[in-house]
């Protein structure tokens, strides 16, 4: 059965500081996503992460891809409140006629 | 960017009714469209996947006889929650796959903005 588990669940950090969401999914896959969602609303995209080592920036935002160690890593730099949301990683796999397998989301919260 | 519709956004419903919820990709044709299922503070859970012309492939754990699922065109799909009961209430979201632009191997998915389902 495949597995997509973030960590942390929930995550409360300051304005200002530094973090990172990891994603950790247990079968092959070469294509990660990356989405925000905010309460009550549909999904955002942030990344697509399309090959080992790819890296992707948007604002405070970073995200990396390595396919070897099944490891995908959302960073954010000096985080401001309007980045309280909850993220997502996905990973799709070859053949399956395109689906999606999200992981567990994490709960940000930036504390002013 | 491609944008999917859902509608209606909310909705709710006594026990024993029926509701229906359309997706339908608005600038696209897309032959695949999925079904998630979101509970509160939860990841999304993939329903079903819907191909257009063909039955649906349902996951596991998921009553297809409750859960009827029509494809009729290449831009949209419905979700009908057959007798709904409470514990069917939840945050039902649609997504549309874009066939590969030129130059790409893959496929985008576009989500819709939800339909919340509250049954009472």
């Known amino acids: 059965e495949l597995k997509v588990e973030q960590n942390p669940l929930f995550l409360s950090m300051q304005e200002g500081k530094n973090y990172t969401i990891y994603c950790n999914y247990s079968t092959t896959s070469d294509r990660l996503y990356w989405y925000r969602q905010d309460p009550g609303k549909s999904l955002e995209s942030l990344f697509v992460?399309?090959?080992?080592?790819a890296v992707k920036q948007e604002g405070r935002l970073m995200a990396s891809l390595d396919t070897k160690a099944r490891l995908s890593t959302l960073h954010i730099t000096a985080a401001v409140h309007d980045l309280s949301a909850t993220y997502f990683c996905?990973?799709?796999?070859?053949?399956?006629?395109?689906?999606?397998?999200f992981g567990t989301g994490t709960s940000l919260t930036v504390i002013p | 960017g491609a944008v999917v519709s859902q509608h209606p956004s909310w909705v709710i419903c006594k026990s024993g009714t029926s509701v229906k919820i359309e997706c339908r990709s608005l600038d696209f044709q897309a032959t695949t469209m999925f079904w998630y299922r979101q509970f509160p503070k939860q990841s999304l859970m993939l329903m079903a996947t819907s191909n257009e012309g063909s039955k649906a492939t349902y996951e596991q754990g998921v009553e297809k006889d409750k859960f009827l699922i029509n494809h009729a065109s290449l831009t949209l799909s419905t979700l009908t929650v057959t007798s709904a009961h409470p514990e069917d209430s939840s945050f039902y979201i649609c997504?549309?796959?874009?066939?590969?632009?030129?130059?790409?191997?893959?496929?985008?998915?576009?989500f819709g903005p939800g339909t919340r389902l509250t049954v009472l």
């Open positions: 996905a990973v799709d796999i070859a053949n399956t006629g395109n689906q999606f397998y």
């Open positions: 992460l399309l090959s080992n080592g």
């Open positions: 997504s549309a796959s874009s066939p590969p632009t030129s130059g790409s191997f893959y496929f985008t998915q576009y």
